[in-house]
């Protein structure tokens, strides 16, 4: 295993105070995104909502697809080797990005181009492709920095692309007026901001030495199968999450989109712990040569408990809070709230099994649960949504987070069981599977 000196911390310290800092950083981060969110859904009409909303799931989507599976693949590698090989994988997955951001800004126009509504369809086209192409550069980078630099500096850098965000639409709405292109500059300027500064930070940690461009693409060889494999996962994951807003604005129209999206944005409340407390378990199951499974049970643990909290009130109040956060326009959306719920608490216990199963260099032991899922989900989407409308695919996507959660018991019990019986998967084998 490689020195871990460079995270600033020691495999065998508990996990409580890399949990509280990530979770702080990832709440503060949320709060000023959904301020920022709170704010286009107000100023611009519940239909701009939903193209809002369509242009971002598409750019995450085409940005997921060119991403080819390195930003989860190129943060597992970097932490498995020493710090010269470290400093080559790093640049290798630097200059793949930007070759891949270019194919996702081609791909992102076309993809826009087939889909955008409204009369700024030219600038929304052009906005589109600008965040796909910006979200492969910018997820590849900061999953980097979760491997390779001090946790602190990773948290500092998340709450950039929100705090930009949130700063470019109260300027718009007092100098002129919000419109869906102007929230689209606003995200990419954050993006762009936020990945700027990602990168920096990896200069400064000698991991981009960009002039190592022969030697740096053959460090990348050994992993390809476990991009591969997260790729699919991601992949997968992706649609199951976005495709519904795709499946309700091509069925049910812009407006129902935006509803739909608000619903889900309130939702992701949720989720807002777990997924920062399944990026610092997938940094120590890479980095350490022990499994950390007690750190995930007690993960698990606390997030169940804190879900159920949130999800009961987020039942009880969903008419209130939708009026009083975005306006009586968007009270059509509670019912799709409420069914939303039990899906996105097991979709908070399943980020953290996923990311425990990565962080031992097990991608491919979760991809099936997600194929499953995401043929399931949009084959219930495409039923559901004409006859039911958003609370249709609010259904859809509850029972395909359930099915994805019960399919993961099966890969945890294997990779328990072999590190039982053998140690630790990374400690045996420098190339994952």
């Given amino acids: 295993m490689a020195d871990r000196r460079h995270l600033g911390w020691h495999p065998r310290r508990g996990i409580t105070g890399d949990a509280a800092l990530a979770s702080a950083a990832a709440a503060l981060a949320t709060g000023i995104g959904a301020t920022a969110s709170i704010l286009v859904a107000r100023e611009l009409s519940v239909a701009g909502r939903g193209e809002w909303a369509v242009i971002s799931s598409l750019a995450i989507l085409v940005g997921t697809a060119c ?7 190129g943060a597992y590698a970097a932490a498995q080797v020493d710090a010269r090989a470290r400093a080559r994988i790093t640049s290798a997955v630097f200059i793949a990005a930007l070759g891949l951001a270019s194919l996702a800004l081609v791909a992102g126009a076309i993809a826009a181009a087939v889909t955008q509504h409204g009369p700024e369809r030219e600038v929304a086209l052009f906005g589109g492709s600008v965040l796909a192409a910006g979200y492969v550069i ?41 419109t869906v292109a102007w929230v689209a500059a606003a995200s990419i300027a954050g993006s762009v901001i936020a990945t700027g500064a990602a990168v920096v930070i990896l200069r400064r940690a000698g991991l981009v030495p960009l002039s190592w461009w022969g030697n740096a693409l053959p460090a990348l060889r050994p992993y390809a199968g476990f991009a591969i494999m997260s790729f699919g996962v991601v992949a997968c994951t992706q649609v199951v999450q976005r495709i519904d807003v795709l499946i309700v604005d091509g069925i049910a129209g812009p407006r129902s989109a935006g509803l739909y999206a608000v619903a889900v944005q309130v939702g992701e409340l949720l ?69 939303l719920v039990p899906g996105l608490l097991f979709l908070c216990l399943q980020s953290i099994v996923s990311s425990y199963v990565a962080g031992r260099g097990r991608p491919r032991s979760v991809f099936f649960a997600w194929l499953v899922a995401g043929v399931g989900n949009i084959s219930l989407n495409l039923v559901l949504v004409p006859a039911y409308g958003i609370t249709g695919a609010a259904l859809a996507s ?26 630790s998967l990374v400690a045996k084998a420098q190339v994952p599977t």
């Fill in 67 to 73: 991403s080819a599976g390195l930003p989860a693949a």
């Fill in 271 to 339: 989720l807002i712990v777990p997924a920062a407390l399944g990026a610092v378990l997938f940094r120590r199951a890479a980095t350490s040569a022990q499994g950390h499974w007690r750190d995930a049970v007690r993960v698990m643990s606390a997030t169940l408990a804190l879900g159920l909290a949130i999800g009961a009130l987020l039942v009880a109040f969903a008419d209130p809070l939708l009026n009083t956060l975005f306006g009586a326009r968007y009270v059509g959306a509670a019912e799709a709230l409420r069914l």
């Fill in 138 to 178: 910018h997820n590849i980078v900061h999953q980097l920095l979760l491997t390779t630099v001090p946790l602190r500096r990773y948290a500092a850098v998340q709450l950039l692309p929100n705090v930009v965000m949130l700063a470019g639409v109260v300027a718009v709405v007092l100098a002129t007026g919000l």
């Fill in 398 to 423: 509850t029972i395909s987070y359930a099915v994805v959660l019960v399919l993961h018991v099966h890969p945890i019990r294997i990779i328990r069981a072999q590190e039982r019986d053998g140690g």
